[in-house]
């Protein structure tokens, strides 16, 4: 009788169970923010780092790529900011 009670119980709980929904990466024009502080132990200082996804694609082995910048100040992206080339970012299937 427990045996079947806990299997309803499961069976209940396990019915109302929901993954989160899709949300696509951006694909361009895109800005956030990531905080670094380091060690107290060593001597360097706190700062932001600012992960730019760029309206700019490159093609590596067949597959597109959007261009992913970084840079150390707060103004927003544009073709004259000191960001540096950080690599290459896609999604393929909600991957």
Known sequence: MKKLLLFSFMLAFLANIKGQ?????????TVWSEYFRAPVSTSLTSYYYRNILANKDTTIGAKTYHQ???S?????????SPAAYNGGIRESNRQ
Do not use: G, Q
């Not at 929904?21 to 024009?29: A, L, M, R, T, V």
């Not at 150390?72 to 004259?80: A, F, I, P």
């Open 21 to 29: 929904d899709y949300i696509p990466f951006p694909s361009s024009n």
């Open 68 to 70: 992913l910048f970084y």
């Open 72 to 80: 150390h100040s707060d103004t927003v992206y544009d073709e004259n």
